[in-house]
């Protein structure tokens, strides 16, 4: 049986609030982008689910399809894009990552 890996990663993205694809897992990641995205995550105290693309090659690759982002740290709020590395990274010095993480959160309360 052959697993659909876009079914996969459309409804890992919708069930969870923020997501992070990262290389490695949140304890240990396994590059310095995603270790700075996991900094910036924990540093702004809201909880989120992480999948380890290093773990499975095929959603590795599906994701750049699926994202039409080459790149790793995929960060996914309320089932967008929010960006990788270097937007997060622009996010959180301006002040703009924690409030879009509180909403996604306030949209669960609702």
Known sequence: MSRDIMQEIEKEVKENKVLLYMKGNPEQPMCGFSFRVVEMLNSVGKPYAYVNILADEEKRQAM?????????????VSGELLGGCDIITEMFENKELEPVLAEAYQEVAQ
């Not at 994202?67 to 996914?76: R, V």
């Open 64 to 76: 750049k399809t699926y994202s039409n982002w080459p790149t790793f740290p995929q960060l996914y």
